[in-house]
């Protein structure tokens, strides 16, 4: 299953977004647009996993007449078994398209409510509005029913292998009555239409089963994108700003507790290295989020297993008192960046923090690194 891919890369020659800026030889190539419209659109698609369409309802058995003998009242049994096993499968039939009809119908209803609340914070929102909030909750909720509907799928497979094995059983019975012996010229003639019968219905369920094990495991990966997602979509409501949408390196699972305090703090020397980030705290409020997720996010998907170096910046060449203050501001600066990135997935245990001095930094800054 393809993961929905972020088209956002915003590295690029000085770039700035609000205080927060990207090297001029950016480790990671371009792959599209920074437009990130294009990826809202692509959250708010009302496809659902793609189910298969097949109806599988068996025929109905071939009557026949009874001839009296031994041999005809088998077959007379076997028509009878295997019109069961019909029945059967005609149920699992029916559950299956019932299953495909409800998914259908979650994954329009889900992907309504996060089109509303991705539109809602494409043109800004406080941070956890409680209509958003809310909004999300139901989405949680559709999403938890098609996930529940994988269990059914996984149950139903394993009911149809089971109609599988009835199947097989009934053809080698039906196969070795034609020894029996006491048979008419009619019995063996009935004996080949069952034979027939039953091999379409064995067909049918082998059809029934691989149509089904697909899409088990189709809605099994849809849920599994989907639930990343939103976790990135619950990152942005809590914090009122849109961090990206699709399926991510960087949602690999929800920050916990102890992920939003600070790293291990350290000297750092910062030589011949190139930052993945520049953030510059030259004002308040630096909008940073968006495009350090979509940074981030783009390097994981060069390496899942990336590492990363969170660095406070602070100018050098000023005087003590001075150095202390700029230190402090910039390290408190690099912890709220590191509770950013817990928030949006990443795991505390991906990203060192520390600290250092610059004689090029102006003001504090934050960089980030990977390795």
Do not use: W
Request: contains cysteine.
């Amino acid at each position: 299953m393809a993961f929905s891919q972020i088209r956002a890369l915003l590295m690029g020659s000085a770039l700035l977004l609000g205080g927060c800026s990207f090297t001029s030889d950016s480790l990671f190539p371009s792959l599209g647009s920074g437009d990130t419209s294009d990826s809202a659109a692509a959250s708010t698609e009302t496809q659902g996993p793609a189910l298969g369409t097949t109806n599988f309802e068996p025929a109905p058995v071939t009557p026949g007449s009874p001839t009296g003998t031994y041999v005809g009242k088998k077959v007379q049994a076997f028509r009878g078994d295997l019109s069961a096993l019909k029945t059967i499968v005609g149920q699992h039939n029916s559950t299956l398209q019932g299953l495909r009809n409800q998914t259908s119908r979650s994954a329009a209803q889900y992907h309504e409510v996060v089109g509303a609340i991705t539109a809602r914070l494409q043109v800004g929102s406080t941070p956890g509005n409680p209509i958003l909030v809310a909004n999300l909750r139901r989405a949680q909720e559709l999403m938890n029913g098609m996930s529940a509907d994988v269990a059914k799928l996984n149950q139903l497979s394993a009911d149809v292998s089971s109609d599988s094995a009835m199947a097989a059983y009934l053809l080698d019975s039906i196969r070795s009555s034609y020894a029996l012996s006491g048979a008419i010229e009619e019995d063996h003639r009935q004996l080949r239409v069952l034979e027939d019968d039953t091999n379409q219905t064995v067909v049918l369920i082998d059809r029934l089963s691989k149509e089904l094990n697909a899409d088990a495991a189709r809605q099994q990966q849809y849920v599994s994108n989907e639930r990343a997602n939103l976790n990135v979509l619950s990152a942005s409501v809590q914090s009122g700003q849109l961090y990206g949408t699709g399926a991510s390196a960087l949602s690999m699972r929800p920050a916990s507790a102890s992920d939003t305090g600070a790293a291990r703090v350290a000297p750092m020397d910062l030589t011949e290295r190139r930052p993945l980030v520049v953030i510059r705290f030259d004002r308040a409020n630096v909008p940073y989020e968006q495009a350090l997720y979509q940074s981030v996010n783009q390097a994981l998907e060069r390496n899942p297993n990336a590492h990363f170096d969170l660095v406070a910046v602070s100018p050098a060449q000023v005087s003590p008192g001075q150095t202390a203050l700029g230190s402090n501001a910039a390290r408190r600066n690099a912890e709220a960046v590191m509770r950013s990135l817990s928030g949006m997935g990443l795991p505390a245990d991906r990203v060192d923090l520390s600290a250092t001095t610059s004689a090029q930094a102006h003001g504090n800054e934050v960089h980030l690194y990977v390795r």
